[in-house]
């Protein structure tokens, strides 16, 4: 079987750096046509479409080539940061430069080459290419952009409406051009900007051909036509809903500034339930929000403060300053009452909720000014537009196929949609009215610019593909429009519902304005939607009709028929896409109510499917609200689930095709499962690159130690007459086939647990190649299990890795003879110094020591949790902070209970007996290390001496590395440097000791 690219190089570093780099880019990117969690980066998904579908090129030059093309090469530039504080910071920032990855150089002509280069190694053939839980659609985006037919499937009918979005209406009309609406051609602001648009110089000309209608209707793609009926619905609703936003002063509204209220349980007061007063909050604008208990103390009078002081002292003290005058009156305990000091716990708070009894009250809008954003307090008008919108809600609504979102919000075993406690039980209580009654308004237009186009005489296929955009828009402007958004005081900026993969309740929000062009209004929204049809037009025209099916992966239904299998699976618990997007679900559902009848199909059961238990189907994740709360039942059905589908996959790929499935790598006993269901599937496991998906939140300093996001797995067909093997021969052939392997990632920069993870893909073809490997020297047939066999495998990757830390003076070490726990302190160390690491890479080492993060931690005396929270990886990679910033619990980050954890020092490192064996063990080296610090550190050379003697340190070559090790891994100046250098200093003018001989009476 001939080996792929991906099987035997891959450009790791571009790939990870271009997929990092592509979070930060915007404009025409899939990911903002319409929100969907956990997308793949497109960067990671061609280099790893490209490099599966071609074949190695055989010699290290043509590989090199190859490679260049796609990921082009590293280069180290000078980028330039403005800080808050507005200085600028110079810092030494890796790029690529050339190849097709980075965002920008997908329409590269080498794209084309790539296309060719892959038509050729199917002998003239359209590879087929088959994701079964596509989501918002990356790796089948990148397939058709290879000119390959791609099957995109999802069970999810949100993500399905996004992949026909993606995939499917691009792809039929690329290339087609129509003339504009003659409301469009009519209208000189949609016709300037058209002009401006296509980059037509004749600015002028354009306006004056305008005004006299004289020019001819230009013919337009799709993107065009999709702006001017974004314009058209932005028009009529404008026309509807516009009093309910009234300028003040002539400055137009960007958003109003809500608390939620409770009634105090003593005093009876409405207590605003503010999380902070901060309006603004950034180094030269800092503006508050004041208060004070009105004069019957029944409530609280508002009032803005434009010129907030700033504290003295150090940043932590200015910082405990901002904290206390921007306090708001919610805390861990709950919300204070101003007037009388009364606490409204939590559970107060929940049960006032439930029974329907939280309120909200405007606390100030915010304005564009001449010099930017502007605070003050509403006018009575403006209260009196929010109160009264709620009279015209069931109106609106009443035209509305399906009426009001009733529909209500499951809740999971994660809690992600943690309003539900607080009553917000039902979509429609995530709005305010008035924020309804505009959305109820938009629905209706977008739904009449339907028969407006059909009026027009467009097509029904342009008639649907303008529509389905227009519904994007949609979205767009209702993860904007909840009280789920939020301001944000540093940026100045609205985030919108899904800021964060949750529905929380927040206690202060932001209703924005949705005329406004500021971010977050309708004009932003299909300014963004029509800039990615234009991409998805240019990215698609290449490849034949996509097949975009709403189904379940269990079900894939082929005969080997595919080429390639590309998939990102959900992974257990990361993500609840179908309790969340049904956020989206419901108004899909009313927006494309009519369209046709495949999406009235898709959308006609009330929310979208999550398990069934009858059929033993439904949505892949490992929730046990699902199972009656239990756990291990959940967990079980799903890695069945997965389990079944590797099956499929296995069936409908053609003989030669290979599955590259990407999976998070949260904890390694999950992964194996996983990976256990591969093989069991009929696959060898060949490869695995690690690639980084996400913006670190680490330091440079330690970036060759970042986690990368995702693993993908690279799978081959396992012959059919492939025969069970012994562990002994497994194990001596992994070991041969990794070495090499192991010194090229070391040579190609590769560190950190990358490393680890580089290496596990190799290692597993000498296991995965028989259906099951037994053990030689146990009866009963006993096998060995993926994680044996892993462990094995990660033993030999950390000796390697730690042989090159060892080796100081750059003579090769064995560190083969290294107990476990400095084996772990050493990785630790040199990977992430002595500064917090995710827990997630600890745990990794831990597992490769045979050890845990848990003993290392109690028993072991090496590991303390910190109270810093690391950047959480969802399965997608999509960074989320790990705190959710509206829990009351959360004011305070608890001592300890961070995912971050770091390394003891020294110092704090001095139990009783550590450093002496006991009668079960001896002591690891690293602890002797230390003892031997305490005891130089109190100043008795004899009692250093006897120790040193008594444990025959100075012949024991691997402690003289390690103190070598440690001398070099520990701050220039520190003490710990200057103790480790004088006992080395000391050891060394002792010389090395004798060789024990044995006496009559024992060693000497
Ligand atoms: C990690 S996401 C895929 C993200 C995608 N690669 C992207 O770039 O957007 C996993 C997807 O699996 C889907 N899914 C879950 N269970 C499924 C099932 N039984 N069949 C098909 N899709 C399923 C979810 O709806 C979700 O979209």
């Known amino acids: 079987m001939e080996e792929r690219l991906i099987e035997v190089d891959f450009p790791l570093k571009q790939a990870s750096l271009d997929s990092v780099h592509e979070k930060n880019v915007r404009h025409g990117h899939i990911s903002t046509l319409h929100i969907w969690p956990a997308r793949r980066p497109l960067a990671a998904s061609r280099a790893a479409l490209i490099t599966t579908l071609l074949p190695d090129p055989g010699t290290l030059d043509d590989r090199k080539r190859t490679l260049e093309k796609l990921g082009g090469s590293l280069v180290e530039v000078e ?69 390959c037919e791609a099957t995109a499937m999802d069970i999810n009918p949100v993500a399905w409406f996004i992949l026909k979005c993606t995939l499917d209406y691009p792809q039929r009309l690329a290339g087609q051009r129509r003339p504009l609406p003659q409301f469009a051609l009519d209208s000189t602001g949609f016709m300037e900007s058209y002009f401006k648009g296509v980059g037509k110089k004749a600015k002028k000309q354009g306006r004056e051909e305008t005004q006299g209608r004289l020019f001819d209707t230009p013919d337009v793609d799709l993107a065009w036509h999709v702006r001017a009926w974004g314009w058209w619905v932005l028009q009529h609703a404008e026309n509807d809903v516009q009093q309910l936003y009234p300028a003040v002063d002539g400055k137009v509204t960007v958003g109003y500034l809500w608390t939620r209220t409770i009634r105090c349980k003593h005093c009876r007061a409405t207590i605003p339930l503010l999380k902070t007063r901060w309006l603004c ?57 101003p007037c009388c000091g009364t606490i409204m716990t939590m559970e107060d708070i929940r049960l006032e909720g439930k029974a329907d009894r939280l309120a909200a009250t405007m606390t100030a809008v915010v304005v564009g000014g001449v ?175 996509p097949n975009v099916l709403r189904q379940s992966a269990i079900q894939v239904l082929s005969n080997g028929d595919y080429d390639i299998v590309l998939t990102d699976p959900p992974y257990y618990d990361a993500i609840g896409y179908s309790v969340l997007m049904d956020f989206f679900y419901v108004w899909l559902q009313r927006a494309l109510h009519g369209l046709s009848s495949e999406i009235d199909g898709a959308f006609a059961s009330p929310l979208a499917p999550k398990w069934d238990s009858q059929q033993n189907d439904g949505e892949l994740i490992d929730d046990a609200s699902r199972f009656g709360g239990d756990k291990a039942k959940s967990k079980g059905v799903y890695e069945e689930g997965m389990a079944r589908v590797f099956l499929r996959c296995h069936k409908a790929l053609k003989p030669d095709g290979r599955l590259v499935i990407v999976f998070a790598h949260k904890h390694p006993d999950a992964w194996e499962t996983l990976v256990s269901a591969i093989i069991r599937a009929g696959f060898v496991v060949d490869g695995s690159w690690p690639i980084q998906t996400e913006r670190g939140s680490r330091s440079r300093a330690l970036s060759s130690a970042a986690l990368s996001s995702s693993i993908w797995l690279v799978c081959k067909k396992r012959s059919p007459i492939a025969r069970p093997g012994w562990d002994n021969q497994v194990l001596e052939e992994m070991e041969a086939n990794i070495a090499t392997r192991l010194r090229d990632f070391w040579d190609a920069g590769i560190r950190g647990p990358d490393f680890v993870w580089a290496a596990t893909g190799p290692a597993m073809e000498a ?104 950047v959480q990886e969802d399965e997608g990679g999509e960074e989320l902070a790990s705190d959710d910033a509206e829990t009351p619990e959360d004011d305070d980050e608890e001592e300890g209970t961070g995912s971050v954890v770091k390394l003891k020092t020294w110092q704090q490192r001095n139990r009783k007996g550590m450093g002496y064996d006991t009668e079960s063990r001896s002591s690891p080296l690293i602890d002797q290390v230390h003892r ?64 024990a001989q044995p006496t009559l009476f024992g060693t000497k």
């Open 767 to 870: 296991y995965s190649k028989h259906p099951v490997v037994k053990k030689a020297d146990a009866a009963n047939n006993e096998v060995m299990t993926v994680s044996e066999f892993l462990r094995q495998v990660r033993r030999i990757v950390v000796n390697f890795v730690v042989g090159r830390v060892l080796s100081t003076d750059g003579d090769e070490r064995d560190a083969s003879e290294l107990d476990s726990v400095t084996t772990y302190y050493l990785l630790h160390r040199h990977d992430f110094g002595m500064a917090d690491a995710p827990i997630g890479a600890c745990i990794l080492y831990a597992v490769s020591c045979n050890l845990s993060d848990r003993s290392l931690a109690d028993q072991y005396d090496i590991l303390q949790k910190t109270g810093g929270k690391a």
């Open 371 to 545: 010099k930017g954003k502007e605070y003050r307090l509403p006018t009575s008008d403006e209260l009196a537009h929010a109160a009264g919108a709620v009279d015209h809600v069931t109106d609106i609504f009443a035209e509305v196929p399906y009426g009001l979102p009733e529909e209500f919000i499951a809740e999971d075993a994660k809690h992600n949609t943690w309003c539900v406690p607080y009553g917000i039980d039902q979509f429609y209580k995530l709005f305010t009215p008035r924020q309804l009654l505009v959305l109820g308004t938009f629905i209706k237009y977008t739904r009449n610019a339907r028969i407006a186009m059909q009026n027009e005489g467009y097509p029904p296929q342009w008639t649907e593909a303008i529509s389905v955009y227009l519904v994007c828009m949609l979205d767009r402007l209702i993860n904007q429009c909840s009280t789920v958004a939020r301001w944000n005081q540093g940026a100045e900026k609205i985030e919108g519902t899904f800021a964060r993969f949750a529905l929380p309740i927040l206690w202060d929000f932001v209703e924005v304005n949705p005329l406004s062009s500021a971010s977050g209004g309708y004009p932003s929204a299909l300014e963004w939607v029509a800039q990615v049809v234009r991409h998805l037009l240019s990215s698609t025209g290449a490849a034949p009709n």
């Open 281 to 337: 909050k950034k180094d030269k604008k800092r503006v508050l929000l004041t208060m004070m208990p009105n004069g019957e103390k029944t409530g609280m009078i508002f009032n803005v403060q434009s010129d907030a002081p700033q504290g003295g002292g150090n940043s932590a003290q200015r910082r405990e300053y901002d904290k206390r005058i921007g306090a708001g009156t919610m805390s861990r305990s709950g919300g204070t009452c």
């Open 79 to 147: 980028k330039t940061k403005k800080l808050p504080s507005g200085k600028a910071e110079v810092k030494l920032v890796e790029e690529t430069r050339g190849g097709i990855l980075h965002w920008g150089q997908e329409v590269s002509p080498d794209v084309e080459w790539f296309r060719d280069k892959i038509k050729e190694a199917y002998d003239g053939q359209v590879p087929k290419v088959l994701d079964p839980f596509a989501g918002g659609g990356a790796i089948p985006l990148e397939a058709m952009r290879l000119g």
């Open 932 to 995: 031997l610090m305490h005891l130089w550190k109190a100043g008795d050379v004899n009692k250093v001496n006897d120790y040193i003697d008594a444990r025959g340190l100075r012949r024991n070559a691997l402690f003289i590395h390690l103190l070598q090790a440690l001398i070099e891994s520990a701050a220039a100046g520190s003490e710990e440097r200057a103790l480790l250098e004088s006992i080395s200093n000391h050891m060394a003018a002792r010389g090395t000791a004798p060789v």
